[in-house]
Structure formats: structure tokens, C-alpha cells
């Protein structure tokens, strides 16, 4: 028995691993019950919810205190066996096997005893594979879900498991050669650090046990740190719109440049983890916002990065061509700069699907390149063995180094980030039409002078690069604090602590997108579910009440069905429709209308009985003589392709006596994106029409949503039209009233020409068309929607439309319940 | 070149180069070089063509990593090794 487990977990390490004595018991235990905090935190603070890591710390902290009780040779199979059971738990039997099964396959190849060209070949074939699933041209449901988790565990650690091989250098523990890819912080970040693989499979044991876990609790703070940072700075961002001048326009940048604390928080707080389990793990950044130069700044931003890219990229390059050119440095540098774009595309790709092909992401890489070459000599003294005896001047030529470092950083950012070249001048033109430059300039002046001095401070005291040693007690210290912060009462009216405490909500420029998009939140509800870790529960529950199909409607509501979704419920009634019970036939004296409508009309957010097409209703039959019926046929996401579908295949069985289609702002854009997905789905679109719309425009489900989008654009108002038609004529045909509402949404700030937009198409189409003007009586928004992040009307907000609709239906004049 | 000689040669060369004759206390041939990022991707490039030219030797893209290059010690030793025949 002893001889089996000793070939199946061979020994690491070659050092003797005593016994451990009751001070070292009692430390894994204080440790245990300080990774259990940081999962706490993380979820009080609401840091990262999106990741649903804290859910899983019932797992990581037991597997933890397990793992350091252990022989080191045990210690990579628990780590792996750690990753498994977070895979079960948040994928299901099924799609967790598959997921299992993706990540074993290619270990198995690369081990195998064939040779590495072949080896290259078979992974290159499975690399094509994952790329038919992640680009959807074959659509297998469950694979969906796996590949984006499957692809961004193996995109970089296949091609540094093939570079070790290559070179002998592959590690004979197959257990640790598991754990490399079995990697539990994968199922949360899946922009998760390229930790390099000779790095990882020596760091095992490589000092003791306790000194590991100080580092790992370092990362694991410093990551909430930075974290909770960002969340703070983010919720007092500035929206692009804000840019009136260079005190704005520096706001702003600087708000969106801290982004960077985001992506560090999150890569610190991975390895933070994997350290956790005792892999001793380089520091994956230095303090990159103090750097001086270009290159300093490169050399620490993302020291796994840039390993992983002279690795692959620069050296190779620069010992195949030293003999033949003089400018081998710059040209392997230029190279490594144009691959770190590819990879980064290619990250990006398999993470969302699509390949990234603005020219500004191509023109960052080149630019940030250009200048880390520039400011690469090989004179350069060690700044960080600068310690010591040194004259002022030095820390006010290293402040001024930061500041101008940090203020190109932070414009090459917006530059990365925008939207094309086009805005990224429109914005800097507005903020350098200089109005009012000395406030800008004293904050500048102040800060410059704060960093010379604290830099001379911090070079005389010697305490440089924090990021890479342990401090135990100050991480215990911060945790202390952290705990007594997160019991705070963010109902105070400081925005400091509301802003740490609370849920993130979207900042003004996010809040703008939100509004416009707030049909996507719907339709990509599907996209929430792939890439999440945890189902968001608003979009799981909704999974209980709905059958998503692959045709026109692509999601209707099944019959007889209850969920509730966080505080409130929704019940769909025998036909399938979330209503209360009609009977089949129209009673006689009844007037029976059939409403179409999206999301809104739906209700999402609020109980069926606060739904205000069911409070109209009601109104309607306790203050008219006639009896009315309203049956909803709303669905969240519906375009006016989906009430055309809707209304013939089901709304029309029901002998409705007059429909009502509703329409909100900017229906055209979201009518785009919803077109797309059925572009990328692959529906079939049924009509002739519609068919050769997808002809002319040329669009193919293998393209990305961003260039189907771009490629309908032209068409969208014929299609929009075509609907209404459509239904019009449907309409007609069997002797129904059709009449569409505009219905502003509770943020909208309405303008003739959105109106303008659908009105234009609906009265061609010979459709009846009514504007519910000021239906929420200019209270603001915040009060009348669900949330920050939700900007669907909730009870007071519906009550609001209630009363709108009613006055609209009621009115004799509009005549829209005569028969 | 005996061991020592190499290593004291290394070390020159750091001192020059990475330390611009400003050598720390506690410097010695097991402070890490590389994973502490003393050594730079440029610093690190000349001092392998420096002792290219100066031993006859030549280093491979692979062979320039951590395993062979962190401390004056382990460098010294993978010249050494390099040297052999």
C-alpha cells in the first residue's frame, strides 16, 4: 500500500519534512481563518461579486488547512482535487466532466511519448477544435459554456508546457503538471495571470510552509486593497461627456487609467491564492505607478506578462538574428510589443468570442513599445538598488519621471480604450480648449512636490517595492481593519464609506451605456450565464419560467410556471403568457386586447399583480361599463420581429379585438444587436425577406456580433419598417385595430427625434401611434427604477405608466377600445 | 578559469553594471539577481555576450532564465558547465 501511494505521489522535494510542532498547528489554523476572512470580506465588500469566488471558500479554506497539514508531495494533487470540486459545484456533473475532460486531454498529448512536432500538431488541431465551438460554428450547447474556461486556462500554459518540453525541461510529477492547469482562481478570473511554468512546478516547497502563506496573505491584501480602491475611484469616474477642460479631462483620464487597480487587484488576489496552497510564486507586479521611466514602468506593470513574452518572443528573436543585425535589441524588443498586442487579442477572443480589430488596441502596442525602446538603455542604473545615500535632486528627477510616465500612461489608456481615433480627439480637444488651467496645474504642483519628498523618505528609510516581501502582522493589521470597515453603516451619507460598502453601482459614463443598452442586460442574459461562474439568480430563476428556442421568438415563457427572482415573482398562466387565467373563447361582451411589449410591459423586476398592464386592466373594468381583457404577450428583449412572430403564431388564436405593439428608445440600436444574435445563432429566419436582408448585407454566422452589427446597420430602418408592415397587415387581415405606444423609458431625457424614429416607420405601415408623454412626471429615476444597474420601472414606476395607459385607453377620443 | 576567478569576474561585472560601482553591503554570490529584477532584459543580454567573447562560448534563447542566471553562483556554475567539453 505504502509502495503504491509512493509511486503515485513521488517526492518533490529532496529536504527532510519533520513533524509539525503545536506552534506551526496553531499558525495553519490562524492562516485558515484569515483566508476565510479575506472570502468574507470579499463578499461583505462586495469585491469582484461578478466572480463568485467567495462561494466557493466552503471548498478552498477546508482543501487549505488539508493541503498544509500535508507532505508536500501530496500538496499539487489537492490543489487539483480543489479546482475539481469548485468545477462540480459550479458547472453541474455533466458540463463540469466535459470541462475536466477539455483540460486532461491536451496534458495527456503533451506527455505522451510521441515527438514534439507531432505534439505541436495535435494541440494546433485541438486549438482549431475549441475555435469551431468558441466561434460558434457548430453550436453545442454545453460547450459553449466550457470552452471560454477551458480556452483561458490553456491558451498561454499550452504554449509554455510545449516551450518547456521542447527544451527537456518538463516536469516528471504528473500531479504538478496538473495542478498547472487545475488552477481554481481560473473559474472566477478568467483573465487570470500567465504564471510561468518552470516557475510554478519549482516554487513547490521551495521555502517553509509559514513563509509562503505571509506571502500569499500579502497578495490576498493587497488585492483587496487595490480592489476596494478601484471601487472608490470608480464611483466618483467621470463620463466622457463631463470633458470641458483640463481639470475634467485629467478626472477623467486618471478615472479610467485606474482601471489598472482593477486588473491588478484581480491577478494579485490569484496569486494570492494559488500561493496560498504553497506555491511560492513570484511577486506578479512591482510598484509600477512609481516607475520612472518607460521601461521601468514595463519591466514591473505585469512581471508574469513580460516573462512569459521574453520567453517566447524576445529572446528567441534576438538569438536568432544577434549575428546577422545590429539593431537585434530593437527589432526583438518591437517584435515582443507586436506579439503582446496578438496575445492579448487572442486572450481576448477566447475569453468574449470576438476578435478585437480596432486599430487603436494595434496602435497602443506599438506606441507603449516605441517608448519603453526609447527609454531602454543599457546604462540605466538599478533604480531599485538606489538606496541609501542619495541627493534630493534624484527624487525630483524620479517625481517628475512619475508624472510624466503616469500622465502619457493614463492618455494612452483612453487612447486604448476608446471607441475609435475619432473620439479619442473629439475628447481631448474638449478638454484642452484651455479654459481654466490653474487649478489643474497647482494640484499637479502639489503632487509633484508630495512625491519628491516621499520618495527621498521612502530611499532613505528603504522601503522599496512593497509588493515583494510578507509582512504578517501589517496583513492582519489591514484584514482588522477591513472587518471593522465592512461592519460600518454605509447609510451615514458618507460617500467614502457608501462607496466601499455598497454594491458597485454603474458610474455616470457606464450609467449612460446601461440606459442605452438596457435591452442587451435581457438578451445577454445568456452571455451572463457562460461567463460567470455563479448564475446570476435573476437570470437562473428566469431559466425556470422560460424555453429558449432556436427560431424567431428564441425565448417564450413556459405554461403554468412560478419563479421567484430575488423579492419578487413571476407566474405565467395556461397559455404561456405571464398573465392571470382567460378563457380560450372571447366571452362576447368582452373587449380583448393583446399587448406586445418587451421587457417593460413584461414587467421585469416587479410581482405580476404590480405589472401595470394588470393595474390598467383592473382600473379599466372597475370604472368602464364594457369588461376588457389585456392579455400580455410580452417577453423581455422582444424586437418588433419577435411581436410579428408572436402575434401570428400565438396572440392571434386568441381573437384579440385590437393590438397593442409598444416601442422605447432607441429601438433601432438594440433591434441591431438582438438581428445579430440571430445572425450568430443561427436561426432561421423564416421570412424571404429577412433572408435577403442576410444576403445582402453579407453577414455570416461566423463573423463577430460587432461586425454583424456593423454590416446591418445599413438595413435596420427596412427591417424595422417591414415589421410593422407586417403586423399591420396581420392585423387587417383578420379585422384588428393595431396601434403602437412609445413608452419613454425612466431615464430617458426624450428628444423628437427618438420618437421621430419609430414614429416615422409605424404611421407608413398604416399603424395607429400614440407618445405616452411625460408618464413619469419628472421624478427622477433613481425612485421609479429597480436599481443603479436597473433602470426597469419598479412598483411606484409602473403605477406611474398604469395611470398613463389608462388615460390613454380610456380617452374617448383616441378610440382605441371601439371595435 | 578556475571557479573563483569566474566568480569574481561575475561579480565584477555586476558591480559595474547593475550596481554602477555602488555595490549594497549585502551583496553576495547568492543575492538574487533576476527575480528580483536587479538584472534587466539589456543588462542581462550584454553580460551573456560579455562572457561569450571573454570564455568562447555560446548561450542558447532558453538557456537565458532564472535557473541559470538568479544568482553569481548559479551563473558562474552554468559558465562553468557551459565550458565542459
Not at chain 1, 149 to 154: D, H, K, P, R
Request: aromatic residues 16%; glycine residues 4%.
Amino acid at each position: 500500500m505504502i509502495a503504491l501511494v509512493n509511486r503515485l505521489f513521488p517526492e518533490i522535494i529532496t529536504e527532510p519534512e519533520g513533524e509539525q510542532s503545536k506552534r506551526e498547528v496553531l499558525l495553519i489554523f490562524l492562516s485558515a481563518l484569515a483566508l476565510y476572512c479575506v472570502f468574507f470580506l470579499m463578499k461583505k465588500l462586495h469585491i469582484e461579486p461578478a466572480s463568485g469566488i467567495s462561494e466557493l471558500a466552503y471548498f478552498i479554506v477546508p482543501a487549505f488547512v488539508i493541503s498544509s497539514f500535508s507532505r508536500v508531495r501530496f500538496r499539487p494533487a489537492i490543489y487539483a482535487a480543489t479546482f475539481v470540486i469548485c468545477v462540480f459545484y459550479s458547472f453541474g456533473w455533466v458540463s463540469g466532466f466535459l470541462l475536466i475532460g477539455a483540460l486532461i486531454l491536451p496534458l495527456v498529448l503533451v506527455v505522451s511519448p510521441t515527438p514534439w512536432n507531432f505534439k505541436v500538431a495535435l494541440m494546433l488541431t485541438y486549438f482549431a477544435l475549441l475555435f469551431v465551438l468558441r466561434v460558434e460554428l457548430v453550436y453545442v450547447p454545453r460547450f459553449a459554456l466550457i470552452v471560454p474556461f477551458a480556452a483561458s486556462i490553456l491558451m498561454f500554459r499550452i504554449i509554455l508546457l510545449l516551450y518547456e518540453l521542447r527544451f527537456g525541461k518538463l516536469n516528471p510529477n504528473f500531479w504538478l503538471n496538473l495542478a498547472y492547469l487545475f488552477s481554481f482562481p481560473n473559474l472566477s478570473f478568467l483573465f487570470a495571470p500567465v504564471f510561468d511554468y518552470l516557475s510554478f512546478t519549482k516554487s513547490i516547497g521551495a521555502r517553509g510552509r509559514q513563509h509562503i502563506f505571509n506571502r500569499a496573505l500579502w497578495f490576498l491584501v493587497l488585492g483587496l486593497i487595490l480592489l476596494l480602491s478601484y471601487k472608490l475611484v470608480y464611483a466618483h469616474s467621470f463620463s466622457v461627456h463631463e470633458v470641458k477642460n483640463i481639470s475634467t479631462l485629467f478626472f477623467f483620464l486618471f478615472s479610467g487609467y485606474m482601471t489598472v487597480l482593477k486588473v491588478t487587484g484581480t491577478i494579485m488576489l490569484s496569486v494570492g491564492f494559488i500561493t496560498a496552497f504553497g506555491f511560492n510564486l513570484p511577486a506578479p507586479f512591482g510598484n509600477f505607478l512609481l516607475a520612472p521611466s518607460f521601461s521601468e514602468y514595463w519591466r514591473r506593470v505585469n512581471i508574469y506578462w513580460r516573462m512569459f513574452l521574453m520567453k517566447v518572443v524576445y529572446y528567441p528573436v534576438y538569438f536568432s538574428i544577434r549575428k546577422k543585425s545590429n539593431y537585434a535589441f530593437l527589432i526583438s524588443l518591437f517584435l515582443a510589443f507586436l506579439f503582446s498586442w496578438f496575445f492579448h487579442a487572442y486572450q481576448r477572443f477566447w475569453i468574449s468570442g470576438a476578435w478585437p480589430h480596432a486599430i487603436n488596441d494595434l496602435l497602443f502596442w506599438i506606441i507603449l513599445g516605441a517608448l519603453v525602446s526609447l527609454t531602454a538603455t543599457p546604462s540605466e542604473p538599478a533604480y531599485i538598488s538606489d538606496f541609501g545615500n542619495v541627493p534630493f535632486w534624484k527624487s525630483v528627477k524620479m517625481a517628475a519621471g512619475v508624472v510624466i510616465v503616469n500622465l502619457t500612461m493614463a492618455i494612452l489608456w483612453f487612447f486604448w480604450k476608446s471607441e475609435g481615433i475619432s473620439e479619442f480627439m473629439y475628447v481631448m480637444n474638449s478638454g484642452l480648449s484651455l479654459q481654466s488651467t490653474s487649478p489643474f496645474l497647482y494640484a499637479l504642483g502639489l503632487f509633484f512636490i508630495s512625491l519628491s519628498l516621499l520618495d527621498f523618505v521612502v530611499r532613505k528609510s528603504k522601503l522599496s517595492n512593497i509588493f515583494t516581501e510578507p509582512y504578517p502582522v501589517l496583513s492582519g493589521l489591514f484584514i482588522g481593519l477591513l472587518l471593522i470597515l465592512s461592519f460600518q453603516n454605509p447609510a451615514t451619507g458618507n460617500r467614502f464609506l457608501a462607496a466601499v460598502l455598497l454594491p458597485t453601482t454603474l458610474s455616470a459614463q457606464d450609467r449612460e451605456r446601461a440606459d442605452q443598452g438596457y435591452y442587451e442586460s435581457i438578451l445577454n442574459a445568456g452571455n451572463h450565464w457562460e461567463l460567470s461562474i455563479k448564475t446570476p439568480r435573476r437570470f437562473d430563476a428566469l431559466d425556470k419560467v422560460t424555453i429558449r428556442t432556436n427560431d424567431l421568438l428564441s425565448l417564450r415563457f413556459a405554461q403554468n410556471a412560478v419563479a421567484s427572482i430575488n423579492d419578487y415573482t413571476i407566474a405565467t398562466n395556461s397559455f404561456g403568457i405571464r398573465d392571470k387565467e382567460y378563457s380560450f373563447e372571447k366571452p362576447d361582451s368582452v373587449f380583448r386586447i393583446a399587448l406586445l411589449g418587451t421587457s417593460y410591459e413584461m414587467g421585469a423586476g416587479v410581482n405580476n399583480k404590480d405589472v401595470f398592464e394588470s393595474i390598467t386592466e383592473e382600473k379599466l373594468n372597475k370604472n368602464l361599463k364594457r369588461p376588457v381583457e389585456i392579455l400580455n404577450f410580452s417577453m423581455g428583449g422582444y424586437t418588433p420581429v419577435h411581436q410579428l412572430e408572436m402575434l401570428r403564431t400565438k396572440a392571434i388564436q386568441y381573437q384579440p379585438d385590437a393590438v397593442l405593439l409598444f416601442a422605447h428608445t432607441d429601438e433601432l440600436r438594440r433591434f441591431t444587436g438582438f438581428f445579430a444574435r440571430y445572425i450568430k445563432n443561427g436561426v432561421d429566419l423564416k421570412y424571404e425577406f429577412l433572408k435577403e436582408i442576410k444576403q445582402k448585407s453579407g453577414v455570416k454566422q461566423h463573423q463577430s456580433e460587432m461586425e454583424i452589427k456593423k454590416r446591418l446597420t445599413p438595413y435596420i430602418h427596412e427591417i424595422l419598417y417591414w415589421s410593422y408592415s407586417e403586423i399591420s397587415k396581420t392585423c387587417k387581415q383578420n379585422g384588428i385595430r393595431a396601434t403602437l405606444i412609445f413608452l419613454p423609458t425612466t431615464s430617458d431625457i426624450l428628444s423628437e427625434s427618438k420618437i421621430e424614429e419609430v414614429r416615422i416607420p409605424a404611421e407608413k405601415a398604416d399603424l395607429d401611434f400614440f407618445v405616452l408623454e411625460n408618464v413619469y412626471r419628472g421624478i427622477s429615476a433613481e425612485k421609479i427604477s429597480i436599481g443603479p444597474s436597473d433602470p426597469h420601472p419598479n412598483k411606484q414606476g409602473h403605477f406611474l405608466i398604469a395611470d398613463a395607459f389608462y388615460k390613454l385607453l380610456a380617452n374617448p377620443e383616441n378610440k382605441l377600445l371601439d371595435k | 578559469m578556475e571557479k573563483e576567478q569566474l566568480a569574481a569576474e561575475v561579480k565584477l561585472y555586476i558591480a559595474l553594471h547593475v550596481f554602477h560601482n555602488r555595490v549594497p553591503a549585502d551583496f553576495d554570490e547568492d543575492t538574487p539577481l533576476v527575480s528580483t529584477r536587479l538584472l534587466d532584459s539589456i543588462v542581462t543580454l550584454n553580460m551573456i555576450t560579455h562572457f561569450e567573447n571573454m570564455l568562447g562560448i555560446e548561450f542558447r534563447a532558453h538557456e537565458v532564465s532564472v535557473e541559470n542566471l538568479d544568482t553569481v553562483r548559479i551563473f558562474t556554475n552554468f559558465l562553468l558547465q557551459k565550458m565542459q567539453p
